[in-house]
C-alpha cells in the first residue's frame, strides 16, 4: 500500500490523525500496517465489515508518531492529543498513586474505558481504572481513540469515549528497540529496551509471537530547575512554603504577625533553640519534589492463534507486567496535631516553660489570666516524674518537619496479569461468531517510608529528667521538639519513624464475551450493499479490596492525608446487545452514499453487599453519515450512555482525609503568617465559626489551611445508581478530487452527564454555608473546626474539615470543535507531509449539586476548583520531510493562554522575581508554543535510527505560583501535566528487524 492510500484509509472515520510521517520506506517494514490500520472503523462497533461507512470521528495515533516522539509510555502520547487533559502521570507527584490513567475531554480518568484490540482490560485499582503503564508500547500498531458515549458499543464506563490499543497482527521475524534519554541538564535518564519474536505456525494455520520489554526513568526533582527551586507564593509573589518547617517549630496557634504578645501566640522556635518569638519562616518544600517521577517497568505479551480448521479459529493473548514507582514529597512532620507537653520535659528550657505558662487562657475576655502562675510553673519545671505533686501539663498544637529524617517515599510495587482465550469461526460465508473469556488481576503493595507517627511525637513530649512516661515497650525516648534545626537526633527519629507502613490493593475481573456479526441478505431499493448486524451477550464479575496494616488503618502518620481502613466490594453484571449499520441509498445522483448504524444495549447489575439494591440500564445510538459525492462525507452520531458507580464509590468507608483549599472566611492569619484580609469575623459570621467548633480564644487568629489543603471527610455510598450521559457529533470529512492528498476533517461534539457521581468541589462545601450564612444552616453544620485554632487543618480524627460525600447530584458538560488537515506533496526527491490536528474547547461546565451549587466553566481557568487546565484552543502539526534515507520531522505544539478562575476576587501577583527571567503574573498564562525535531536515517534494510530533541528551544513553563490550584496539578509553581518542566532534552533510539 502505497503513502496515499494509507492516508486515505486511516482517515476513513477519524477526526485526529497524528500519523504524520508515514514513508514509503517506514511503511515496507511493517507490511502488517495495512492491514490494521484498515480496522481503525471497527473501532466504536462490533460488526466487522472493513468497507463500511461509519459515523463516529475516531482519533488514530500510530506507531510511527510513538517513534517520532520518542515516547516512553502510552500516558506520555495521549496527552498530546488535542482537546484531551492531562490526568495522573509521571509528571504528578504528590497525589500520584504509582498509576497513569487518561482524561479524554477533561470528564474525568474513571469516565472512560481502555481497550486492548477491542476487549477490556481488568482495571488496576478500585475506581475501575486501567493502568496505562501496562501497555507494551512495542507491539503496539496503533492507538484508536473515540470520544464520547461508546456504552452501547463497549458497556458501562465509557460516558468519555474508549481508548483502543491495536496491536500487530500475526507479526513474523524479529525486533529489537532500544532508547536512551536525557535532558540538557544531565538528568532524568530514560531508558527503553524491548525484544519481539514472531512465526507463522503449521504452514500459515496460526501465528504466536512473544514480546519482552524493560523501561526506566531516573527523578528529576523541582529543585533541579530554577524557575521551581522556591515554592512562590501565588498572592504576593514572596518566596515561601509550608507553615511548618525545620527551622521554627511552632506550638499553639499560628503566629499573629505584629504582636509579641505570647499570650496569642505561643509563636515560633527562635535560632537559639531556647525561645519562642513571632518571626515565620515558611519552609520551602518545591526541591524535595518531583517532575519526573522514578519507576521501573518489566512487560511481558504473548499472543497466538491458530485454525483448528476451516471453519473454526482459537485464539490467545496473554499480558503481564510488573511496575516499581517511587513517588517522593517534602518530610513528614506534625501538621498541626494536637499534642500534650510536660513541663519538666528534659529539652524544654526556661523561656519556653514560662511561655506555655503565661500563655492566656482566654485573650477574648479583656482580662489576662495565665495558665500557670510563676510559682506553680517553676515548681512544674522541676518535677522528678509525672508523679510528683508539682507536675503539671500543657495542650497545645505542633508544627514541625522531620528534615532531619529525610523525604516521605512512597514505594508502589504493582504486578498485573490478563488472560483471554476465544474461538471464532463461519456460520456461513457472511455470517461469523466469536465467543471469549477472559480474567484479569492486579495487585499492588504500597510501602510507606520516612513518616512520624502520631502517636509516637506525642510520646515523646510526655516525657521528664528519666525519659518518657509512655511508650516504654517501644523504646520511646524524649525528642527535642523544642531546638533549632538539627535538634531531632539519628535516635530520637529511630523512635518517631517507627518503621515502615504497607497497603495492598487487589483488583480482579472475570468475563465471557460472546457475539454473532454478519450481513444480511437485505437491503433497500435504493442500495447494493446488505444490512451488516451484530448481536452479543456478555457477564463481567468485579471484585476489589484494599488490605492496610495497623500502623495506616490507623492514621497514625502524620502528613500521610486520610487513614486507610481495609475495604472491599464487587459486583456483577449481565448483558445483551444488538448494532446494525444499513447503506440507504448508494451511487444517487444526491447520494454516492447515505447508511445508517444503531445500536442497543441493556444491562443488569447485582451488587455484593447487603442491604444493595442492583439496578439496570438501557444504552442506545444512532448515526448517519451521507456523502453527497465522492469529495465530502457528512456524519452524525447520538449517543446514550451510562457509567455504573464502580467499587471505590461503593464500598469506599467514611474516612477524613485532604483536599486542596486555599481560602476560609474564618481564618485570619495566612499560611504565611501575616493577616489575610479577611479581618475578625463578627456577628453571624463569628457565631457560624464558634458553631463548627472553634474557640471563642481562636477567633481573629484562626490560620488558612496548612500548605493550601484542608481536611475534608468523605466515602462511599450504595445508594448510588448509574450516570447517564448524552452525547452527539455532527461533522464533515473532505478529500477534494481537485486537491490529491488533502483531507479535511471538522467534528462538532457535545457532551453531557446528567446525575454525575461526584463529591462537591471543596468551594462549593463552603459557598453552601458562608452564602447562606445561619448557625441552623445545614451545610455550615456539618463543617468541623479543630477545637484548638479553629481552622480547617488538623489531627483528622478530631477536625473533619468539609463534607465532601458522593452523591448523584452532579451534572456535567462539554462541547467544542474537533480538526484536522492532512495533505502531502513530492518537490523531486523530496516528500512532504503535514498533518494538522487541533480542538476548540467551547465549554466545559462542572456542578455539583444541580440547581444549587455553581455551574462551574473550566475551559482557560485554573484554580482549586478547577483541577487540570483545559485550554481552550489547542492544536500538534507534525510536517515531516523524506529523501532518500532520511526523514526530518518538526512537532509544533501550540496550547492557548488560561486565567486564573479567582483573579477578579483574589487577584494573584504580577511582578518580576530576582530568580527567574521574565515577568511573572500568576493571573494568567500564555499561549505556550513548543517544538520537537525528529531525525531519522534508514541504515540499511532493516536497521533504522531516530533521534529527537523535545522541547527544542527550551522552552520554560508559563508560571502561575504555587497553591493556585489543585495539589495534583499545580506543582513547581506552574502545571507539570499540561506544560513542558524538563527543558531541552534528548532521545536517541534503533531499530533491529528481521
Known amino acids: 500500500m502505497d503513502i496515499k492510500s494509507m492516508r486515505r484509509v486511516a482517515l476513513m472515520g477519524s477526526t485526529a490523525v497524528l500519523a504524520a510521517s508515514l514513508s514509503n520506506a517506514a511503511i515496507a517494514q511493517d507490511d502488517e500496517d495495512e492491514e490494521s490500520i484498515e480496522e481503525v472503523i471497527v473501532t466504536g462497533s462490533l460488526i466487522r465489515n472493513p468497507n463500511l461507512t461509519r459515523s463516529a470521528p475516531v482519533a488514530i495515533v500510530s506507531s510511527d508518531e510513538m517513534e517520532l516522539q520518542g515516547t516512553l509510555t502510552a500516558e506520555e502520547i495521549l496527552r498530546e492529543i488535542p482537546g484531551m487533559v492531562p490526568s495522573i502521570g509521571q509528571q504528578v507527584n504528590n497525589g500520584n498513586g504509582g498509576f497513569s490513567y487518561v482524561n479524554l475531554r477533561g470528564l474525568g480518568s474513571n469516565r472512560n474505558i481502555v481497550l486492548v484490540d477491542g476487549r477490556r482490560m481488568s482495571p488496576s485499582e478500585l475506581n475501575g481504572r486501567f493502568d496505562l503503564n501496562n501497555i507494551p508500547l512495542a507491539l503496539v500498531s496503533r492507538v484508536d481513540v473515540l470520544t464520547g458515549g461508546a456504552s452501547t458499543t463497549y458497556g458501562a464506563d465509557a460516558l468519555g469515549g474508549v481508548v483502543n490499543f491495536i496491536t500487530k497482527k500475526n507479526f513474523t521475524g524479529f525486533e529489537a528497540n532500544a532508547s536512551y534519554g536525557v535532558t540538557e541538564q544531565g538528568d532524568g535518564d530514560t531508558k527503553r529496551f524491548e525484544v519481539t519474536v514472531g512465526a507463522d505456525l503449521d504452514d500459515g494455520r496460526g501465528n ?56 496569642l501566640s505561643l509563636g515560633a522556635v527562635q535560632e537559639d533553640g531556647t525561645t519562642f518569638g513571632s518571626a515565620f519562616t515558611p519552609f520551602n518544600y518545591g526541591p524535595f519534589n518531583l517532575f519526573q517521577t522514578p519507576f521501573e517497568r518489566y512487560n511481558i505479551y504473548a499472543a497466538a492463534n491458530y485454525e483448528l480448521n476451516d471453519h473454526v479459529e482459537v485464539y490467545t493473548q496473554a499480558m503481564f507486567s510488573k511496575n516499581n514507582v517511587n513517588t517522593i514529597i517534602a518530610p513528614s512532620g506534625s501538621f498541626g496535631d494536637s499534642v500534650t507537653i510536660s513541663l519538666n520535659h528534659p529539652f524544654l528550657s526556661d523561656a519556653q516553660r514560662n511561655a506555655f505558662c503565661a500563655f492566656d487562657t482566654d485573650p477574648t475576655v479583656g482580662v489576662y489570666t495565665p495558665t500557670f502562675t510563676q510559682a506553680e510553673c517553676d515548681a512544674a519545671g522541676a518535677a522528678v516524674d509525672n508523679t510528683d505533686p508539682n507536675y503539671r501539663e500543657v495542650d497545645t498544637q505542633l508544627r514541625r518537619r522531620n528534615v532531619e529524617g529525610g523525604p516521605r517515599i512512597s514505594d508502589y510495587q504493582a504486578s498485573y496479569f490478563n488472560y483471554s482465550l476465544g474461538f471464532r469461526g463461519d456460520i456461513s460465508d457472511t455470517i461469523s461468531w466469536d465467543i471469549m473469556g477472559s480474567y484479569g488481576q492486579s495487585d499492588q503493595i504500597q510501602t510507606q517510608k520516612g513518616y512520624w507517627m502520631k502517636s509516637r511525637f506525642r510520646n515523646a513530649l510526655l516525657a521528664g529528667p528519666n525519659g518518657c512516661y509512655n511508650d516504654l515497650s517501644n523504646g520511646c525516648v524524649p525528642a527535642d521538639y523544642f531546638g533549632y534545626t538539627g535538634s531531632i537526633t539519628d535516635d530520637m527519629n529511630a523512635y518517631l519513624q ?46 476489589g479490596s484494599q488490605e492496610a496494616d495497623l500502623l495506616s488503618q490507623s492514621g497514625d502518620l502524620g502528613g500521610a492525608g486520610a487513614p486507610a481502613p481495609n475495604r472491599d466490594g464487587g459486583y456483577e453484571v449481565y448483558e445483551a446487545l444488538a448494532e446494525i449499520n444499513l447503506p440507504l441509498i448508494q451511487d444517487a445522483e444526491f447520494a454516492k452514499e447515505l447508511s445508517l448504524e444503531a445500536g442497543i444495549r441493556y444491562s443488569d447489575y447485582s451488587i455484593d453487599a447487603d442491604g444493595a439494591d442492583g439496578f439496570n440500564t438501557t444504552t442506545w445510538k444512532t448515526g448517519l453519515s451521507w456523502a ?28 477524613t482525609g485532604l483536599t486542596t483549599l486555599n481560602t476560609d472566611p474564618c481564618s485570619s492569619v495566612g499560611d504565611d503568617g501575616l493577616p489575610n484580609g479577611n479581618g475578625t469575623p463578627t456577628g453571624v459570621l463569628r457565631d457560624v465559626c464558634l458553631a463548627q467548633g472553634a474557640p471563642a480564644t481562636a477567633i481573629g487568629f484562626i490560620p488558612a489551611p496548612a500548605a493550601g489543603q484542608s481536611n475534608s471527610t468523605s466515602g462511599g455510598n450504595l445508594n448510588l445508581l448509574p450516570e447517564e450521559s448524552d452525547s452527539w457529533t455532527i461533522g464533515f470529512i473532505l478529500r477534494p478530487e481537485s486537491i490529491p492528498d488533502l483531507t479535511v476533517t471538522v467534528d462538532y461534539y457535545n457532551i453531557t452527564v446528567d446525575g454525575s457521581i461526584n463529591s462537591p468541589a471543596p468551594q462549593d462545601a ?136 479567582n483573579r477578579d476576587s483574589d487577584t494573584a501577583f504580577v511582578g518580576t522575581p530576582e530568580d527567574y527571567r521574565g515577568e511573572w503574573d500568576f493571573n494568567e498564562t500564555p499561549n505556550y508554543n513548543i517544538f520537537d525535531l525528529t531525525l531519522r536515517y534508514y541504515a540499511m534494510e532493516n536497521v533504522t535510527l531516530t533521534g529527537t530533541i523535545s522541547n527544542l528551544f527550551d522552552k520554560h513553563p508559563p508560571l502561575t505560583g504555587a497553591f493556585i490550584g489543585a495539589t495534583g496539578f499545580n506543582s513547581g509553581n506552574t502545571y507539570p501535566s499540561t506544560y513542558d518542566t524538563l527543558g531541552r532534552r534528548f532521545n536517541i533510539a534503533a531499530k533491529i528487524t528481521f
Request: glycine share 10%; proline share 4%; charged share 15%.
Open 766 to 901: 463552603l459557598d453552601a454555608c458562608f452564602n447562606d450564612l445561619s448557625t441552623s444552616n445545614p451545610a455550615c453544620q456539618a463543617i468541623s473546626r479543630s477545637p484548638i485554632d479553629g481552622g480547617l487543618s488538623g489531627d483528622e480524627n478530631i477536625v473533619k474539615g468539609l463534607p465532601l460525600f458522593l452523591s448523584n447530584n452532579g451534572n456535567i458538560a462539554t462541547d467544542g470543535i474537533d480538526f484536522t488537515v492532512a495533505y502531502g506533496q513530492n518537490f523531486g526527491d523530496v516528500e512532504w507531509s503535514s498533518n494538522l490536528s487541533g480542538n476548540w474547547t467551547n465549554s466545559s461546565t462542572f456542578q455539583a449539586v444541580t440547581g444549587v451549587s455553581v455551574n462551574r466553566e473550566c475551559v482557560g481557568l485554573y484554580s482549586g476548583n478547577c483541577a487540570s487546565i483545559q485550554p481552550e484552543f489547542s492544536f500538534n502539526w507534525r510536517n515531516t520531510f523524506t529523501y532518500d534515507k532520511f526523514q526530518a520531522s518538526l512537532l509544533w505544539r501550540f496550547i492557548s493562554g488560561a486565567e486564573y478562575e
Open 498 to 543: 517507627g518503621g515502615e507502613s504497607t497497603i495492598t490493593t487487589k483488583f480482579d475481573m472475570g468475563q465471557v464475551v460472546g457475539n454473532i456479526t454478519g450481513e444480511l441478505d437485505y437491503s433497500t431499493p435504493w442500495a447494493e450493499d446488505g444490512l451488516n448486524f451484530a448481536v452479543g451477550a456478555e457477564y463481567r464479575s468485579y471484585s
Open 628 to 655: 453527497p459525492v465522492d469529495d465530502i462525507t457528512f456524519r452524525a452520531t447520538f449517543s446514550r450512555a451510562v457509567r455504573a458507580p464502580n467499587i471505590a464509590e461503593l464500598f469506599n468507608p467514611v474516612i
Open 208 to 263: 504466536a509471537v512473544l514480546s519482552i520489554g524493560y523501561q526506566t526513568s531516573e527523578a528529576i526533582y523541582q529543585g533541579q530547575r530554577d524557575f521551581s527551586r522556591n515554592v512562590n507564593f501565588y498572592w504576593n509573589g514572596a518566596v515561601g512554603g509550608s507553615g511548618l518547617g525545620p527551622f521554627n517549630t511552632r506550638f499553639g496557634n499560628v503566629n499573629p504577625t505584629g504582636e509579641d504578645n505570647a499570650n
